[in-house]
C-alpha cells in the first residue's frame, strides 16, 4: 500500500512539474494517466454529484489539453463516431445564426447541452490509447450497486436520504428517472458479463456480475422505476437474448421474458402503481388537458409539432424551444412548460430548433452509433445498451441533452468505441502513441 502510494505521489509531481528534459516522457505519461483518473471519478460521480462530474469533466479537459498532440487528433477524427457527433453540433452551432428574435445570451445557452457531445472525439482519442477504459465502467458500476443499497434504506428509513422527496420512494439523491436509467444500464452491461465469465469458465465472476444484475434489476422492480425504464428494458431484454441466444434459445427466452413480466407484475406493487397512474393519468388529461403528467407531455408534444410546422428545414434556432414553448402555452401552475419549456422527447426539441435538418443529423448520429458497436464482445454490447437506453429514453425525456442521461451516453460511447478502435487496430494506436512520445 505505501509503495503504491508512493508511486501514484510521484507520477504526481511528474505531471505538474516535469515538462521538459530527459524524463519528459514519464511526465507525458504520467499526465496521461492522471486524466484518465478524472474520467474514472466522474464516471463514479455522476449518480450522486453534478456538481463533482462537472469539476472531473474540466479537469480531464484541462488535461487533456496538456497531453494532446494535433496531428494524432485530428486523425482520430476520422473515426465516424466522431464524425456523427461533431456534425450534431455543427448543426447547433449554425442555429445560433438563424434564431430571430432572441439575445444572444440566450442563443449561447442553448449550445450548453449539445457541449457534452464534444466529449465523444476526445474520449475516442484518449482511450484508443489508453487500456485503462474498463476502470471508468467498474467505477460506474460499484458507485450505482453503492446507490442501489442506499436505496433500499432509504425506502424503509427515509430520513436518511440525501435529498429525501415524500413522492420518490427509495430514491436518497437525484430523482428516479437518473435512478432507473444508471441501475438498468448498469444491470444490462452485467448480464453480457455473467455470459462472456460462463464462456470463458470464470464462473466467479459470471456468478457476481449475475447476482449483481438481478438486485440491479430487482431494485427497479420493488423500489422505485421510472415509466420510461419500462419501455427500455424489454427492449433491451430481447437485444440481449437475441445477440447472445441461438434462434431457437432466442423464442424461449422472449416468451420466459413474458411470463417473468407478468409475475413481476403479480407481486411488484410500485410496477402497478406505475403502469396504472400512467393511464390514470393518460385519462384525465383527456377530460382536462395538461393537469397530469401525461396530460402535461400530450400538451407540449401538440405545441412542439404545431412550432416544427411554421419552419420545417431549419427550424427557428438555437435555444429557441423554451422561448417558444412558455411564450404560447396557458399559464397554468405546475405547467412544465413555463417552468422548462422542453418537450420532453428529443425529436422534438431538436425539431424545434434546427427542424428536419436537425432531426436526420440526430438519427444520423444514432445510427452511426449503432452500427459503430455492432461486433461482439462485452465493450460493444456495453456501447450499445447506451445507444439503445438513449434513443428510448428519448422518446419520452430529451436524455441526449439531460445532464445525467447526456453525460452517461457520452462517457460510455466514447470509451467504448475508443477501447474498440485500440483492440481492431493495434497497429494504429502504436502509431498514435509513438506520435505521443515525439
Known amino acids: 500500500m505505501y509503495a503504491a502510494i508512493k508511486r501514484e505521489l510521484a507520477d504526481v509531481w511528474l505531471g505538474f512539474f516535469v515538462w521538459t528534459g530527459p524524463n519528459r516522457p514519464l511526465a507525458q505519461a504520467a499526465r496521461q494517466k492522471g486524466t484518465e483518473n478524472f474520467a474514472i471519478i466522474a464516471a463514479a460521480g455522476l ?48 442555429g445560433v445564426f438563424w434564431a430571430d428574435g432572441m439575445s444572444w445570451p440566450e442563443r449561447l445557452r442553448g449550445l450548453t447541452p449539445m457541449a457534452k457531445l464534444l466529449g465523444i472525439p476526445i474520449l475516442i482519442y484518449y482511450f484508443s490509447q ?36 415524500s413522492d420518490q420512494p427509495g430514491v436518497p439523491v437525484k430523482n428516479y428517472i437518473d435512478q432507473s436509467q444508471g441501475l438498468a444500464f448498469c444491470a444490462f452491461a452485467l448480464a453480457a458479463v455473467a455470459v462472456e465469465g460462463l464462456r470463458r469458465q470464470q464462473r466467479a465472476i459470471a456468478l457476481s456480475a449475475a447476482i449483481v444484475a438481478t438486485a440491479l434489476l430487482a431494485n427497479l422492480a420493488f423500489v422505485n422505476v421510472s415509466r420510461t425504464a419500462l419501455v427500455y428494458c424489454p427492449v433491451l431484454a430481447v437485444f440481449f437474448a437475441y445477440r447472445y441466444l441461438d434462434r431457437r434459445q432466442f423464442w424461449i427466452a422472449c416468451l420466459a421474458l413474458l411470463v417473468a413480466i407478468a409475475g413481476l407484475w403479480t407481486v411488484s406493487s410500485n410496477l402497478q402503481h406505475k403502469v396504472s397512474a ?71 426539441l431538436f425539431a424545434i430548433q434546427w427542424g428536419l435538418l436537425g432531426v436526420l443529423a440526430l438519427y444520423a448520429m444514432w445510427s452511426v452509433h449503432l452500427l459503430t458497436f455492432r461486433g461482439e464482445g462485452i465493450i460493444a454490447w456495453i456501447g450499445l445498451v447506451a445507444v439503445v437506453q438513449n434513443i428510448l429514453s428519448s422518446l419520452f425525456n430529451s436524455h441526449l441533452s439531460d445532464f445525467y442521461q447526456g453525460w452517461l451516453y457520452v462517457l460510455a460511447v466514447g470509451i467504448a468505441a475508443g477501447t474498440i478502435t485500440k483492440t481492431a487496430y493495434p497497429q494504429g494506436v502504436s502509431a498514435v502513441l509513438s506520435l505521443n512520445r515525439s
Open 47 to 94: 449518480p450522486w454529484s453534478t456538481s463533482l462530474t462537472s469539476a472531473c469533466g474540466l479537469i480531464f479537459l484541462l488535461g487533456f489539453l496538456s497531453t494532446v498532440k494535433p496531428a494524432a487528433f485530428f486523425s482520430s477524427l476520422k473515426h465516424p463516431a466522431s464524425l456523427a457527433a461533431l456534425a450534431l453540433c455543427f448543426v447547433a452551432v449554425l
Open 130 to 165: 489508453s487500456d485503462r477504459g474498463r476502470y471508468v465502467f467498474y467505477a460506474f458500476v460499484a458507485s450505482c450497486i453503492v446507490l442501489m443499497l442506499y436505496s433500499w434504506v432509504a425506502l424503509y428509513w427515509p430520513a436518511l436520504s440525501i435529498h429525501y422527496k
Open 278 to 348: 400512467a393511464f390514470s393519468e393518460y385519462r384525465a388529461a383527456q377530460k382536462e388537458p395538461g393537469t397530469t403528467s401525461v396530460g402535461q407531455r400530450l400538451e407540449l408534444w401538440n405545441k412542439s409539432i404545431e412550432l416544427f410546422k411554421t419552419a420545417p428545414i431549419i427550424g427557428h434556432g438555437t435555444g429557441s424551444a423554451k422561448t417558444l414553448l412558455t411564450r404560447d402555452i396557458p399559464k397554468r401552475t405546475g405547467s412544465p412548460a413555463n417552468a422548462i419549456g422542453n418537450p420532453h422527447n428529443q425529436t422534438l
